[in-house]
């Protein structure tokens, strides 16, 4: 079996921050790996005492994968519960990380020994923050595709967010190509890209296999990382088998190492428990570690063991059916969205059909933009008009990177059951019949002349 | 407890010469300015990206706790329905609402703090969280900031990523000297702008295990007024305190004193007391402040973990404000004995090889090596790494908590996980490590009056 190449360690020098190159290793966690010198005895460590802690156990129940009207009770106790409770390593829970190494390899074909490492974080979004951070200087050009969920980051830093245009198979390689291949040659290139491959937020799009690919090669070719924000990847509920992931990908290339991959407890487990994990380079995820410890120091024990019982219990089959239940629970609900809107916004609204993930996003038609592309507003009908008639959507302009009018709006159908979403659709219908009766009138009392 | 006297507060415009460049430029999501519309009778929101719950798999959670009262009986809490629905769901950026009420009525048992004194109280992923996210909300890049030394090391990173000019406040047994804060500020050059922030650890100090007595605590206050400086107090060791005077007030409590309370920033930290990896702690300070250190926290982690905090709240709620202060109590009394068994050690192997001061509060002990060197400052450092490894000890030279680095014969120890036996020996070998030293420096034990060769001390 070949041996996968990837990219040496001194690769990754040019995509280190300056804020991430100053951080030393602590001299004090250096010294803890004495700890196991057989016959040492250790005063190092400024941990408390494991039985002062009031917890004497934990259980808790979870319904069978298989079947959801059997439930499963597990215990931790002993040894596993004071790992729970104590501080622990940086990088996460040893045992959950393993297992997690295994699932990359389920999901994704990748093993250990590719030049790549997994951290644990507090849910997705606290590594992505931490991965810019160690990768990006103030003021640098990141590529992002919009519209997005707007990483508040790149604002922070005065980013300049090149934006890279999407459609319904998702990030548009021929854009991407264009914005690099007429990038001036008197400015740094951009290192990293930031894309949401299935699902997208907020546009719901899943990227074909044919753009990923392009992607890639575009990567190698214009020497960027590619952020893989992945939260929907076990939302997916298409026709289509699943396309691989960026991170499986990149096998078919000469080398790996240009894709760094961010995954999420977030849609399947809990929310609230903020669990996610990085997938990539060591490089990288040894800068992101790093910040971790001179910030909020780890991602909590407890949490992480809790995870890791209940996915030893599943097994990667358990986990595999679990998900696919998810996906079928919001292709569900998606199909009931969709038919409200078939009911409801045809001639007024058009959109694509959402393969992945929780959102709906559809241009409003007011009788303002019909034939002329994107134009069109529909901040001000949805915060006002529909917002009187009672329905709450996003506006898409807080999808843009850089401002902008756009006639799109994103819709949640995640938690809206049948009947409110036939109301809450009918109520958008109305919203956008009263504009489109406006905007009539506006065209008749202003003439031929200021028809758009 | 009928006290109509209304404590004054420092107006929130105050707070901006305290806000950083980057928190101020740091915007409130739109998407979240439009949740509270939700609330609105008769809207329904398609607003929320958040993932249906019925999908979590997890239907109850319990766990068993020791009683505080009788260590020998347990009792279980089951968290189930809308509780666990709200852990396991996204949540408030700031904080469990249960959660943060109950830290509200703590503050207040414990600091005399109330609600309406222009102060709020915010989650994070233990204190060290909320100490990242205060310093990245009020220091710039290349300000001066007021440091006690020797300093906890967790913080060094924190100032030097942002390039901070750290000036060292000396402390010693009483903990932080006030007179070397004084002077610090009042030779200030006029020309460079004063330091916006004093960060201290005032119980157990880590490394110095130094408590900051009343008297020190009154001058920071008073100087904080004066020089215009806020107060980080970092506490983790609050509910550590086993000294034998009457527990000093927090510098959150004591500035109900002053004319106007909002120049202390108190982290708290249950990592100490109920759970370290369960990473939770929390912020009580200046709205302001705190706002900002909210805003970070939405756009870098979203929020502590919601199921970690209910199942705390759970916890502290069965307890209550009684059950939690004998508690923290007991676990006082536990370290206490640990202080004494490791004391005992050094008094048997190290008089006359070491200098320390006893702690009283915390989890370490802080002692000078005496090694009879014939120049320099002193350094633990390479006895330390070197000899007293060999021996099979390890203890941390004291050189990784000064802000700016340096030679010094200090050494920490910790004493919290080691038992009797163990203790025993370890000490020993850090006495064996020292008379190495000192025999090659030329000299032997220290005995009173006796003097062995010029250089010995």
């Not at 966690?29 to 400024?46: F, Q």
């Not at 997005?148 to 300049?160: A, E, K, M, V, Y």
């Not at 021929?174 to 949401?196: C, G, H, M």
């Not at 034939?371 to 917002?387: H, N, Q, Y």
Request: charged share 25%.
């Amino acid at each position: 079996m070949a041996d996968v190449k990837h990219l040496p360690a001194e690769y990754y020098r040019d995509f280190l921050s300056t804020v991430a190159k100053e951080r030393k290793p602590s001299p004090i966690r250096s010294l803890y790996p004495l700890e196991k010198t057989p016959g040492v005895i250790s005063l190092l460590a400024g941990k408390p005492n494991a039985s002062t802690f009031p917890f004497t156990s934990l259980s808790f129940s979870a319904r069978s994968p298989t079947d959801p009207t059997q439930e499963s009770t597990l215990t931790i106790d002993g040894a596993e519960l004071e790992a729970g409770l104590q501080y622990g390593d940086t990088a996460g829970f040893k045992p959950l990380m393993d297992w997690i190494f295994g699932l990359q390899e389920v999901f994704h074909g990748r093993r250990r020994g590719e030049g790549w490492r997994i951290l644990m974080g507090l849910g997705a979004q606290d590594l992505i923050y931490k991965t810019v951070n160690a990768m990006v200087d103030p003021d640098d050009s990141v590529l992002v595709e919009s519209p997005i969920d707007i990483i508040p980051i790149f604002h922070s830093l005065h980013c300049n967010q090149i934006e890279v245009e999407t459609d319904a198979q998702g990030i548009r390689s021929s854009s991407l190509r264009s914005i690099l291949e007429q990038w001036p040659t008197n400015k740094p290139k951009p290192k990293v890209l930031y894309t949401v491959p299935y699902g997208c937020n907020p546009t719901g799009a899943s990227a074909t296999l044919e753009r990923r690919k392009e992607v890639l090669k575009l990567a190698r070719e214009h020497n960027f990382i590619i952020l893989e924000d992945d939260p929907y990847f076990y939302l997916y509920y298409g026709k289509e088998p699943r396309y691989p992931s960026y991170f499986a990908l990149e096998l078919e290339e000469p080398e790996v190492g240009r894709v760094l991959r961010f995954d999420t407890f977030s849609k399947i487990l809990s929310a609230g428990m903020r669990l996610g994990f990085a997938s990539g380079p060591e490089t990288l995820l040894n800068a992101i570690d790093e910040h971790t410890a001179a910030s909020n120091v780890q991602t909590p024990s407890l949490t992480q063991v809790i995870v890791y019982r209940l996915l030893d219990s599943w097994g990667y089959e358990g986990f595999k059916t679990h998900t696919e239940w998810v996906s079928e629970f919001y292709r569900q609900k998606r199909d009931v969205f969709e038919s409200a809107m078939k009911k409801y916004l045809t001639g007024l609204a058009e959109w694509s059909t959402p393969e992945a993930g929780m959102f709906f996003w559809f241009k409003l038609l007011l009788g303002d933009n019909e034939g002329e592309g994107e134009g069109g507003d529909s901040e001000t009908v949805i915060k006002t008009k529909a917002f009187e008639k009672g329905v709450l959507a996003l506006p898409g302009t807080h999808f843009l990177p850089n401002g902008g009018a756009t006639p799109y709006v994103r819709a949640s159908f995640s938690l809206t059951g049948k009947e409110d979403v036939d109301r809450a659709v009918s109520r958008i219908r109305e919203a956008i019949l009263d504009a489109r009766t406006e905007n009539a009138n506006r065209v008749k009392v202003n003439g031929n002349g200021a028809a758009r």
